[in-house]
């Protein structure tokens, strides 16, 4: 099996930044996709932002140019880099894990965008 923890939310002030990071750890294989997707109150969970183990990217509109998705194979974390963060941006944010075998999601981290 595999798991996925994420870690890095917090409490933000509009316009500044924050690193989400998500570590897969388990029976991890070599050929898989790691996403970020958030849920705001209210809503669906959404696709923000997704990478390949080859490092391929797909970026939901709205959020591209203010959020980066990278991710380092030695170690199975994914990142997530979130800056210019807006109010509408507050959500929690969930990690998902996904190859041929597993789709598998961490608990999620709440992000909060208020002054």
């Known amino acids: 099996q595999v798991q996925v923890v994420e870690s890095g939310g917090g409490l933000v002030q509009p316009g500044g930044s924050l690193r989400l990071s998500c570590v897969a750890s388990?029976?991890?294989?070599?050929?898989?996709?790691m996403g970020w997707y958030r849920q705001a109150p209210g809503k669906q969970r959404e696709l923000v932002a997704s990478?390949?183990?080859?490092?391929?990217?797909n970026y939901k509109d709205p959020v591209k140019g203010r959020f980066t998705i990278s991710r380092d194979n030695a170690t199975s974390t994914a990142y997530l880099q979130i800056n210019e963060l807006k109010p509408e941006d507050t959500a929690i944010y969930y990690c998902n894990y996904d190859d041929f075998r597993y789709v598998v999601w961490g608990q999620g981290t709440q992000v909060t965008v208020s002054s």
């Open positions: 990478i390949t183990s080859s490092g391929e990217t």
């Open positions: 388990g029976n991890i294989f070599i050929i898989n996709t």
